[in-house]
């Protein structure tokens, strides 16, 4: 598992320590980390760098905050590189989509199995 559990039972604390609180932000992290990562791929192919920085940032907070790390971490830097006002690699972006699609799915099986 990629996922952090660490990173989900801190949010479930900071949001009150509540299951329905930790289970309406996981849907909300899968109905809006999609949108991110198509803005990201769109704003990369027509080399708009502020669109795909900022898509690259909120996808950052987002994938930290539901402890997928190593997402978090491809969008920093993702973000560092429009940051320092060139794209990055291809490789990056392609990767994007493949840790969201991992993400997604263990986070889909943790509301499966109550989170």
Same mark, same amino acid.
Request: include cysteine; aromatic fraction near 2%.
């Given at each position: ?17 509540? =299951?329905?609180?930790?289970? *309406? @932000?996981? +849907? ?8 991110? !990562? #198509? ?25 930290? =905050?539901?402890?997928?790390? *190593? @997402?978090? +971490? ?8 429009? !940051? #320092? ?31």
């Amino acid at each position: 598992m990629t996922i952090d559990m660490r990173a989900l039972e801190k949010l479930k604390r900071v949001m009150g320590g509540g =299951d329905d609180d930790l289970r *309406e @932000l996981i +849907e909300s992290f899968l109905e809006e980390a999609p949108v991110l !990562v #198509a803005a990201l791929e769109r704003a990369y192919a027509e080399s708009d760098l502020a669109g795909a920085r900022r898509a690259a940032h909120s996808l950052k907070s987002n994938a930290r =905050d539901m402890g997928a790390s *190593e @997402l978090g +971490e491809t969008c920093a830097r993702i973000e560092g590189c429009y !940051v #320092a006002g060139s794209p990055p690699a291809v490789d990056d972006i392609g990767q994007v989509r493949a840790l969201h699609a991992q993400a997604a799915t263990e986070l889909s099986a943790l509301l499966q199995q109550g989170a």
